[in-house]
């Protein structure tokens, strides 16, 4: 402890008595760490105090018990900093582990699974009547504040029928849709009422079809629609690496024109995930973040210290 600190430990006996004076050094000090703590965060409280953050939550930055109670606690714990969180999920692992369950048999076009009319229903109940019920479920046990939603209601995502190129010819994946529209009065509303509102990843077509939406792709976009300050991604592993699977040297900066060089040459899961980083930025969101969600307490991590985690993509010109 410095000499400044410890003057400041008998100023405050003097003004607080003989209870505090009691108190062992030693248990003193950590209160006052505690406190310094928490002071260090008020520049981020002071910069986030109402505004909307959207987090998309992995499918497998989810399957630990302890990590989903821990994000769920830092919902909450933004909620009463100010904040104004949102959760839109995925749950990839949770729809193959119910197929498996079914029996059901999925067949793949050039590498992506085609998601036909049976298997869209198995999507739709997983993510929108299991995985989201979870999610909403740990929140609330801290109290009332999670509601949970399909990206069908209230016309919240409209998607039309996606036709990825693979080789350069158009492949049919079925029910997989792309975001043509999103309506986001009725994640306003709750937000307004304090409520922390959590989204599946499935959306509506125009003629009623019901499609399964990448869910980085759905979050970047209701970011995009919300004004939101931020899009925190949270995955499976500590960022964009800079050439995986060789290394794990982790990019932890990147502006939108330096990602949009970096696209075309990424791969699988992170191709999603960046994209809809760029296209965050370039909407107006200020940081898009790739965060490691099996890190307890990465959304605090980020949001309130000058931890810098995962990697973050900032507008063209801005100062990081
Ligand atoms: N350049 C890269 N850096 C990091 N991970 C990568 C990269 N390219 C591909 N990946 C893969 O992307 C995965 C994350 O995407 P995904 O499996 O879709 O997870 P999620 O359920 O979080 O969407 C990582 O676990 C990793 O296997
Ligand atoms: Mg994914």
């Known amino acids: 402890m410095t000499d400044k600190t410890g003057a400041g430990v008998a100023r ?22 505690k406190a310094a703590t928490l002071i260090e965060a008020l520049p981020w409280l002071a910069r986030f105090h109402g505004q909307t953050i959207v987090i998309k939550y992995g499918g497998h930055a989810m399957t ?11 919902l909450v714990f933004l909620r009463y900093a100010g904040l104004r969180p949102v959760v839109v999920h995925g749950g990839g692992p949770q729809i193959s582990a119910h197929l498996d369950r079914l029996g059901i048999q999925s067949t793949f076009t050039s590498g992506l699974r085609v998601t036909t009319p049976e298997i869209m229903q198995v999507v739709r109940m997983v993510l929108t009547g299991q995985v989201n019920r979870d999610v909403v479920g740990l929140v609330n046990e801290h109290g009332p504040w999670a509601v949970g939603m399909s990206g069908e209601d209230a016309n919240l995502f409209t998607a039309r029928r996606a036709q990825p190129e693979v080789a350069g010819r158009t492949v049919d ?7 043509t529209g999103v309506e986001p009065g009725a994640v306003q509303s709750l937000l307004g009422d304090g409520r922390i509102p959590v989204i599946s990843s499935v959306a509506r077509g125009t003629g009623g079809e019901i499609y399964n939406v990448n869910a980085d792709t759905a979050a970047a976009s209701l970011a995009v629609a919300l004004g939101a300050a931020k899009l925190v991604v949270l995955t499976d592993v500590a ?4 050439d995986w699977p060789a290394s794990d040297e982790l990019i ?20 999603p995930k960046m994209t809809a980083c760029l296209h965050a930025v370039r909407g107006g969101v200020r940081r898009a973040h ?10 605090l991590l980020e949001i309130f210290t000058d931890e810098g985690i995962g990697t973050m993509v900032i507008p063209d010109g801005a100062k990081p």
């Open 64 to 74: 630990e018990e302890s990590l989903r109670r821990g994000f769920a606690q830092d």
């Open 173 to 179: 994946i079925g029910l997989v849709g792309d975001i």
């Open 252 to 271: 932890s900066l990147l502006t939108a024109a330096e990602l949009e060089d970096l696209l075309p040459a990424l791969t699988a899961g992170m191709v």
């Open 12 to 33: 405050t006996d003097t003004s607080h008595g003989a209870a505090f004076a009691g108190a062992a050094t030693g248990e003193r000090a950590a209160a006052l760490a």
């Open 239 to 242: 960022g964009l690496y800079a």
């Open 290 to 299: 790739v965060l490691d969600g099996r890190l307890p307490r990465a959304l």
